[in-house]
């Protein structure tokens, strides 16, 4: 996943929030699913976009390089971790 955090000051947000955009693509929606991400990098900090095709272009630059970040060896042992092997009620009911 990519995830913007921040005002996104091309829609004028009045809250910070944080918007996470799922990579893979799963054949059915998942709405009202709880959905558990860990953050492992940086790309880039929050701007300005004069256009919607801009920021889309944007997002499309921040998962490729998010892809190529994945795939680097400390990045892909993460797959193994017991956190990604945790159904989401144990996690609730334990936190």
């Known amino acids: 996943m990519v995830m913007s955090i921040g005002w996104n000051p091309y829609y004028k947000n009045t809250k910070k929030s944080m918007e996470t955009h799922v990579i893979h693509t799963f054949k059915e929606d998942f709405y009202g699913e709880i959905l ?13 976009f004069d256009t919607l095709d801009a920021l889309i272009t ?3 630059g921040d998962i490729e390089e998010a892809k190529r970040s994945l795939d680097l060896p400390e990045h892909r ?3 193994e971790d017991n956190f990604f092997r945790t ?3 144990q996690i609730m009911n334990g936190h």
């Not at 940086?42 to 300005?48: A, H, K, L, S, V």
């Open 87 to 89: 159904s989401p009620k």
């Open 58 to 60: 944007a997002i499309h």
């Open 36 to 48: 558990s991400v860990v953050m492992v990098g940086y790309i880039r900090r929050e701007r300005g």
């Open 77 to 79: 042992k993460l797959q």
